[in-house]
């Protein structure tokens, strides 16, 4: 069974950074990649950041171009997020995700990880 648990959620002050880390367990195929996604309070899932293994490729949505950071361990099945510069619409529900084909679905996810960020 596919794990992912998600960590270094926190409250933080605007401005202020933080790294979130993904585990990931269980897997028994390889994968494409992994991404990171968000959900703030009454809105809907986000995609935030991805990376592929081959060749280390990185996509990121606009919100956070230049801010953020992600970066992964694909032996070590681990991914991370830097995250910098962080503003009050930064606050959300932070989950990691497999990616297992090109182009592909996400999925499975982890439970996610409280990111709040005060102004």
């Known amino acids: 069974q596919v794990q992912l648990v998600e960590s270094g959620g926190g409250l933080v002050q605007a401005g202020g950074s933080l790294r979130l880390s993904c585990a990931v367990s269980g897997l028994t195929f390889s994968t494409y990649g992994m991404g990171w996604f968000r959900q703030a309070p009454g809105k809907g899932r986000e995609f935030v950041a991805g990376?592929?293994?081959?060749?280390?490729?990185?996509t990121y949505a606009d919100v956070v171009k230049g801010r953020c950071t992600i970066s992964g361990d694909n032996a070590k099945k681990m991914v991370y997020l830097q995250m910098n510069t962080l503003n009050f619409e930064d606050t959300a529900v932070y989950y990691c995700a497999v990616r297992q084909l090109y182009n592909g679905p996400y999925g499975p996810w982890g439970q996610g990880t409280q990111v709040t960020v005060s102004s």
């Open positions: 990376i592929s293994w081959t060749g280390g490729n990185t």
